[in-house]
T-cell receptor
């Protein structure tokens, strides 16, 4: 079964600085997708970025980029130029392309300091 | 507007009183799923459905039932709720992975308290 690990329960970052949120995954299946979601204090789940296991380039979406290191099975989220509105819980998730389940990590709470 | 709608958003109930949390999506997605979120545990899948009349257990199905009689609806049923089912529940839908990224679209969440 696949597993997602986020080792940072909480992190602080200074406003306007970049921050990296760690995510490692474990699967023996070669075909999968990796996702990051943001959950602000209001509770909704917001999709941020997606990386396919066969994608050659790291995914980027505005200030978000995914540092995908397939051999190390890591999919770290990089947020550039942090903003106060980035304060939230962040979840890494994985879905096997042949599977039916999106598996989530335990989350990282990011707090942006002014 | 593309959305997943769940109701109720907040509910306080008592042990043993059956309840249903409704979920509806307007994106014609084949895949629908229920998750519960508990502090420190992330989101754990309860049940999922690949299509109408096709449902299967996720990681934590005990104490829950689902049905998928129509493509757009996927209600979560707690036949006899217990306090350990106090949680934040999310319904989500997506296309199947081979149809695209398989990104999940989430409802706004339903906070359930069982006394």
């Amino acid at each position: 079964a696949q597993k997602i690990t986020q080792t940072q329960p909480g992190m602080f970052v200074q406003e306007k600085e970049a921050v990296t949120l760690d995510c490692t995954y474990d699967t023996s299946d070669p075909s999968y997708g990796l996702f990051w979601y943001k959950q602000p204090s209001s509770g909704e789940m917001i999709f941020l970025i997606y990386q396919g296991s066969y994608d050659q380039q790291n995914a980027t979406e505005g200030r978000y980029s995914l540092n995908f290191q397939k051999a190390r099975k890591s999919a770290n989220l990089v947020i550039s130029a942090s903003q106060l509105g980035d304060s939230a819980m962040y979840f890494c998730a994985m879905r096997l392309n042949a599977g039916n389940m999106l598996t989530f990590g335990g989350g990282t709470r990011l707090m942006v300091k002014p | 507007e593309a959305q997943v709608t769940q109701n109720p958003r907040y509910l306080i109930t008592v042990t043993g009183k059956k309840l249903t949390v409704t979920c509806s999506q307007n994106m014609n997605h084949e895949y629908m799923s229920w998750y519960r979120q508990d502090p420190g545990l992330g989101l754990r899948q309860i049940y999922y459905s690949m299509n109408v009349e096709v449902t299967d257990k996720g990681d934590v199905p005990e104490g829950y039932k689902v049905s998928r009689k129509e493509k757009r609806n996927f209600p979560l049923i707690l036949e006899s709720p217990s306090p350990n089912q106090t949680s934040l529940y999310f319904c989500a839908s997506s296309r199947l992975p081979y149809q695209g990224t398989g990104e999940l679209f989430f409802g706004e969440g339903s906070r359930l308290t069982v006394l």
